[in-house]
T-cell receptor
Framework: GAVVSQHPSWVICKSGTSVKIECRSL??????MFWYRQFPKQSLMLMAT?????????EQGVEKDKFLINHASLTLSTLTVTSAHPEDSSFYIC?????????????FGSGTRLTVV | QKEVEQDPGPLSVPEGAIVSLNCTYS??????FMWYRQYSRKGPELLMY????GNKEDGRFTAQVDKSSKYISLFIRDSQPSDSATYLC???????????FGTGTRLQVFP
């Protein structure tokens, strides 16, 4: 089935530094990738939608200058958390729609746990 | 009011029990209804999706949608300890690729 590979699975960084998270679609082309954030015991909240070759669309309240999204190819999308602060500590997950491959649905990466100290 | 409401649990049941998980929603524009299973520190895994009102069965899982009541359910028969996870309902917004998730219900099946 469709697989989205997400790296790293966890990262600890110092406050003020930047962190890059990668998501790759391994056996299909993901024209659209979705980035979510999940705080403990809370639901997944959509941060932004990235389309290959164009600018990402951010949800209300998400700072586009802080969460940089690049979707330069049909198989790779990246999220960079710039100047990270402890309040950015969260679980970040990407997903791609796989309609046609698995019926209707979205395949998720395994997530990245970011801890900012 | 949240667009999707889901009891966070936790729900603790003995092995072999029938589990009922539910979500209610308020947006009539929701089109597809999905259930995902999420193990700790992992991404969600699609279990089932439905489009219309009624039941859909897949092995031990049955998804039920009642659009008139804006209520969806997931039933797990003969529950196993390996079913212990958080179950998230999700709904797609018509004419968009957006998914709106419930908060997830944490299920614990004990031997």
């Amino acid at each position: 089935g469709a697989v989205v590979s997400q790296h790293p699975s966890w990262v600890i960084c110092k406050s003020g530094t930047s962190v890059k998270i990668e998501c790759r679609s391994l056996d299909f082309q993901a024209t659209t990738m979705f980035w979510y954030r999940q705080f403990p015991k809370q639901s997944l909240m959509l941060m932004a939608t990235s389309n290959e070759g164009s600018k990402a669309t951010y949800e209300q309240g998400v700072e586009k200058d802080k969460f940089l999204i690049n979707h330069a190819s049909l198989t790779l999308s990246t999220l960079t958390v710039t100047s990270a602060h402890p309040e950015d500590s969260s679980f970040y997950i990407c997903s791609a729609r796989t309609s046609g491959l698995q019926g209707y649905g979205y395949t998720f990466g395994s997530g990245t746990r970011l801890t900012v100290v | 009011q949240k667009e999707v409401e889901q009891d966070p649990g936790p729900l603790s049941v003995p092995e072999g029990a029938i589990v009922s998980l539910n979500c209610t929603y308020s947006n009539s524009a929701f089109q597809y209804f999905m259930w995902y299973r999420q193990y700790s520190r992992k991404g969600p895994e699609l279990l089932m999706y439905t489009y219309s009102s009624g039941n859909k069965e897949d092995g031990r899982f049955t998804a039920q949608v009642d659009k008139s009541s804006k209520y969806i359910s997931l039933f797990i028969r003969d529950s196993q300890p390996s079913d212990s996870a958080t179950y998230l309902c999700a709904m797609s917004v018509r004419n968009t690729d957006k998914l709106i998730f419930g908060t997830g219900t944490r299920l614990q099946v004990f031997p």
